[in-house]
Every structure is written in C-alpha cells, then in structure tokens.
C-alpha cells in the first residue's frame, strides 16, 4: 500500500513570497490533515478535512494560509505571504475516518529567508 | 480545546532497560490515544493506539496503559534497543480534534 505524498520536500523562500505544498493521502483515506511542525516541538493541527469539507481550520492563519482539498482526494497548501515565523515542517497525513490512527508523509521542509 | 502534556521531554536509559512516557489530556470527549515514533528528517510513525474502552493494549515489546478516570495514559517499552531512539509523541482525539503531546526525546544508550 503506497504511503501519503507530498512535494516538494524542501523549499527556501524569501519573505512575502508564496508558497504551496502537495499532499496525496492513502488511497481510501477520507479524512487528510495538514500540521506544522516547528523545530523541537510536537506537530500543531492546522486543518482537518473530512472527504472535501473542512471538520477543523481553528488554528489556521487565514490571513495568509489557505488549503483545499480537491474532489476529496489531493490537497494542497498555501502560504501568501510568507512570514519568517513561517520556517517549519510542513506535514501531511491522512486516516479512514477522524477517529482512526493517521499516516504521516515524509513532510516539507520550509526555510523563509 | 483538547491539550495533552507528555512527561518527560528527554529520557535515557542503558540498552536493556525499560522506558515509560506518560501523558495526561483535559478533554473527557477523546476517545483515541496514538503514539508515534518521530526518527530525524521523517514523519511521526504511528507505532501503538488505545481506544477508551480499553485499558491496557501490547503489541510485542510496546504496551500502552489508559486511565480514563485519572486522563491519563502511558507508553511503556520493554527490552529497550539503540534502534528504539527517536523523537516519541503521545496524541488525543475524539474524530474532530486530534491534537498532540510536545514529545519525549528517547536516547538508548549502549
């Protein structure tokens, strides 16, 4: 069974620039989520989808992240722009269902300059 | 919210000897406690999980411990090798918010 996907697995951008990251999660996997995870720290939730609809974006910064999900299946990652507060890894996972274990991608190193 | 704290955050132990990470969380709703194994440059690994209608699970040298009451839970690992050092999360859901502890920095020493 082919694990989650994401790319670019690293990524140096300079400030006020944009980035976006990709997630292609388990085949069969509704629920996919989206964490940022800071250097020497647990990862944080920034949004849970559930199919294509968001179950939880309470930790998102919308003013300058966004994320969809499209047909219930990829996902991706948007910052714009880009804060050097930013720089983290970027991790994507996906689950059966929100009360299931969930399977992490190797991540997205973003270094912001 | 749900928030989940992890005890310790570095813990070394000789090769052999066992090694226990506890974590509590504040949300009665959780129902689903996973801990993953975070080796460097790659994704947390789910390695055990509990549901709350359990209160001990093993699964070869890895057992986790679940005290609804008390909201708490631990991971315990036994016969511990080199190979089991890495970063350690202990996390909590109930379907909608899945939320994880800071980590515990596991090092087996030979």
């Known amino acids: 069974e082919a694990g989650v996907a994401q790319s670019p697995r690293y990524k140096i951008i300079e400030k006020r620039q944009s980035v976006a990251f990709w997630c292609n999660p388990i085949s069969g996997h509704a629920t996919l989520y989206w964490y940022q995870q800071i250097l020497g720290q647990g990862p944080k939730l920034l949004i849970q989808f559930q199919n294509n609809g968001v179950v939880d974006d309470s930790q998102l910064p919308k003013d300058r992240f966004s994320a969809e999900r499209l047909k219930g299946v990829d996902s991706t990652l948007k910052i714009q722009p880009a804060k050097l507060e930013d720089s983290a890894v970027y991790l994507c996972?996906?689950?059966?269902?929100?009360?299931?274990?969930?399977?992490f991608g190797q991540g997205t190193r973003l270094t912001v300059v | 919210g749900e928030n989940v704290e992890q005890h310790p955050s570095t813990l070394s132990v000789q090769e052999g000897d066992s090694a226990v990470i506890k974590c509590t969380y504040s949300?009665?709703?959780?129902?689903?406690f996973p801990w993953y194994k975070q080796e460097l440059g790659k994704g947390p690994q789910l390695i055990i999980d509990i549901r709350s209608n359990v209160g001990e699970k093993k699964d070869q040298r890895i057992a986790v411990t679940l005290n609804k009451t008390a909201k708490h839970f631990s991971l315990h690992i036994t016969e511990t090798q080199p190979e089991d050092s890495a970063v350690y999360f202990c996390?909590?859901?109930?379907?909608?918010?899945?939320?994880f502890g800071p980590g515990t920095r596991l090092s087996v020493l030979p």
């Open positions: 996972a996906s689950s059966l269902s929100g009360g299931y274990g969930a399977f």
């Open positions: 996390a909590a859901t109930d379907g909608q918010n899945f939320v």
């Open positions: 949300d009665s709703a959780s129902n689903y």
